[in-house]
């Protein structure tokens, strides 16, 4: 009798430790933002194949196509896994030793295969001659597909019209 008390015991502590301690899925969105703020972020002299895993990886957390809003710049596309890729290594070009962080992220889950994220975007970077500051705020929608949470489109949030 005591063997199987300690047994069912055993079982009822695993299961509930599986469930304590298994991500949730905000969980495993917050931990994509922070993948992806560092697959974004450069040092000074990266080397190349370093920036082209980065690139790769960046990719593979977006769903195929993945749609990027910024208005200010009249981009409003939807980009293929090659076409992110190509996009990355640019900006990655344009902003070296640029750190990007997630800032004041919320994450709201519409149900079990869509979720929304408003996220404030920083950049710490320098140019030649200075070091600058920038602050975005970003409109993302995640989709779950196969298990995991993928971006599935980009809006910055524009404050001011010109």
């Known amino acids: 009798m005591n063997k199987k008390f300690a047994l069912y015991a055993a079982i009822l502590l695993v299961v509930a430790g599986a469930v304590f301690f298994w991500p949730s899925d905000e969980k495993k969105i917050k931990s994509n933002l922070d993948s992806l703020a560092e697959y974004c972020s450069s040092e ?13 990886l960046a990719a593979k957390l977006c769903t195929a196509p993945c749609t990027v809003h910024i208005a200010s710049f009249n981009i409003d596309r939807a980009l293929s896994h090659k076409e992110f890729t190509d996009q990355f290594l640019m900006m990655k070009k344009r902003l070296p030793n640029t750190m990007f962080s997630f800032h ?10 869509k979720a929304a994220v408003t996220t404030t975007l920083r950049l710490d970077g320098e140019t030649i001659d200075e070091k600058f500051t920038d602050a975005y705020e970003i409109n993302i929608a995640v989709e779950k597909k196969d298990g995991d949470w993928l971006f599935s489109a980009f ?5 001011m019209k010109k």
């Open 104 to 113: 004041d992220s919320r994450i709201d889950i519409a149900d079990e295969t």
């Open 44 to 56: 000074n002299q990266e080397p190349v194949i370093t920036t082209l895993q980065k690139a790769a």
């Open 155 to 159: 809006t910055v949030v524009e404050f």
